[in-house]
């Protein structure tokens, strides 16, 4: 590549991420040169800075055509703006509950703390926007690798340490059988750029190498699935929750998870849509029983993840694990519109089957950020993660208790809530394609989960506390929890106002359109 046409490129629609890579580097440098002695929450501060400045950027590149750079590898478009809006506005929430969190007592070198949560966040970015399974491998791992270094930030931790080693172990097991079943779908087409597969399947699948197409792709979901954490693939995520710092199990309940979906969202829907278009065509039948095949195999993961994390989280009483079978139920109810509207994806377009899932992630952002800020404060006071150190909090914190209950209704689905609005559509959409048995999995289940949920809110309320001192609130978690209320509130009362912005600043559909010149 010359220089000539290095410099043709527009790269401004990368300013969001040139500005994380410059600020997680200069901070970096200044831990490096730091004396050992200074605080380093100055660190934090600045990575703040640098994660409002990649949202301004953002803001410029919303609404703008769909462009590529990099012979067509990494795009510019509306599906990949709204995911980079939740990692960001995600990563600054957990910057501001960390400010009380990262100390040198327990994470001894905190500078790591702070530039790795950025470039696990440059790369849940760099996934959002690629358009080459080459540029998505490269984002995946340094999401996943900056990501087993947080687990383990703590290092005289005797749990974190094997949290990191199983997140290790099982990380690497999911990397290669993603690379496996990618290296089948690159002998089926000859290359790694998505458009490119999206046609060349096309032909494959015209020359009788459909079997081999749904093996190749059924593989990539096995191992892309492990960051979605659903059933099968969720045996990593108690361990790992209740090992790592909890500003990083809150990072990795909802950024690492909002990239696991961009990531399995991109990939599927732009290479998927040409071997279906063939199969719709030219053989109708074939078409309806592979599409049938796809959207059961969704469904029955959903139900899967709803059933046993909703089940699994009855029996915890460390409020780390019971939040990470929480998450595996919520990317069941996730999942959902993916298992009713495959069809539809393809036929009407995405923003009924992406939509209800952008807005359930952004609900769940604001109610899972905030209940991990509660708990962060409480086990950091009572010094245990069993749900009974939320024994008497409303009488020790009023707010606070009562924060943790708006963001367990939230969760559990009850209404004047975003979690509620966000259940409803899933639920209707389920309803309306006739899929009444995931409709009625979600409904019991979530029924179910009130048991857990409420079981923290009772301990709130209806138990004594073992202190009777006032719980403090530092500033930044003050802040994340003001903003996090507000949103699940808003959300709850006016979902029109997020579900028009997404309509009109977001176009989803541009995930299958080619850059404008």
């Known amino acids: 590549m010359d220089l000539e046409t290095l410099l043709s490129y527009p790269w401004r629609i990368m300013l969001p991420e040139f500005t994380i890579l410059g600020v997680a580097t200069l901070i970096s440098i200044l831990d490096l040169f730091m004396k050992e002695k200074v605080e380093r929450k100055v660190l934090a501060w600045i990575a703040l800075g640098g994660i409002g400045l990649a949202l301004v950027f953002l803001l410029f590149n919303t609404g703008q055509p769909v ?8 795009r510019l478009d509306g599906f990949a703006n709204a995911f980079k809006f939740i990692f960001l506005v995600g990563a600054a929430l957990i910057f501001l509950t960390s400010l009380d969190y990262v100390n040198k007592k327990d994470v001894p070198y905190e500078g790591e703390f702070y530039y790795l949560i950025l470039t696990a966040v440059l790369g849940a970015m760099i996934v959002a926007s690629s358009a080459d399974m080459i540029t998505l491998f490269v984002g995946l791992e340094l999401l996943s690798i900056s990501s087993y270094i947080l687990v383990a930030v703590r290092k005289h931790n005797l749990a974190a340490n094997e949290s990191a080693m199983k997140y290790v172990i099982s990380g690497g097991i999911a990397t290669a059988v993603t690379l496996f079943g990618l290296s089948y779908i690159y002998g089926l087409t000859g290359t790694t750029n998505l458009f490119e597969i999206q046609e060349r399947l096309a032909a494959a699948a015209l020359d009788g190498y459909l079997p081999v197409i749904y093996f190749a792709f059924f593989v990539t979901f096995v191992g892309m699935a492990f960051k979605l954490s659903v059933v099968p693939f969720h ?13 990083v199990t809150a990072f ?15 990939f599927f829907l732009v290479t998927m849509a040409g071997v279906i278009d063939v199969e719709q065509s030219r053989q109708a039948g074939m078409y309806m029983m ?23 989280a009855l029996r915890q009483t460390n409020v780390k694990r019971l939040f990470a079978y929480s998450s595996i139920a919520q990317a069941g109810y996730i999942l959902v519109p993916f298992a009713v509207g495959a069809h539809l994806l393809y036929q009407t377009g995405p923003h009924l089957v992406i939509g209800p899932a952008l807005f359930y992630l952004a609900a769940y952002l604001l109610m899972n950020l905030g209940a991990f800020a509660v708990i962060q404060l409480v086990i950091k006071e009572t010094g245990t993660e069993d749900i009974r150190g939320f024994a008497g909090l409303y009488k020790r914190a009023p707010f606070k208790a009562v924060a943790m209950t708006i963001f367990l209704a939230s969760l559990a689905g009850i209404p004047f809530t975003a979690g509620f609005i966000g259940k409803y ?23 179910i989960s009130y048991y857990y949920y409420f079981g923290v809110v009772s301990q709130m309320y209806m138990r004594e506390p073992g202190e009777r001192a006032p719980l403090k609130t530092p500033a930044g978690i003050g802040a994340v929890l003001v903003v996090c209320i507000a949103g699940t509130i808003l959300l709850g009362i006016l979902p029109n106002l997020a579900l028009d912005l997404l309509e009109t600043h977001f176009n989803l559909v541009e995930i299958f359109l080619p850059a404008r010149g």
């Not at 462009?67 to 990494?74: C, R």
């Not at 990795?252 to 991109?266: D, E, I, P, Q, T």
């Open 425 to 447: 559509y899933i639920l209707m959409g389920a309803v309306g394609a006739g899929l009444v048995w995931l409709a009625a999995v979600m409904l019991v289940t979530t029924v």
């Open 67 to 74: 462009q590529e750079i990099l012979y067509e590898t990494y």
């Open 252 to 266: 990795l309940s909802v950024v690492s998870k909002a990239a696991g979906f961009a990531l399995v969202l991109r």
């Open 235 to 247: 045996m990593w995520a108690p361990d790992v929750y209740q090992g790592a710092p909890t500003p």
């Open 290 to 312: 592979a599409l049938g095949n796809v959207e059961l195999m969704i469904a029955l993961v959903a139900a899967a993840s709803m059933i046993i994390g909703n089940t699994m």
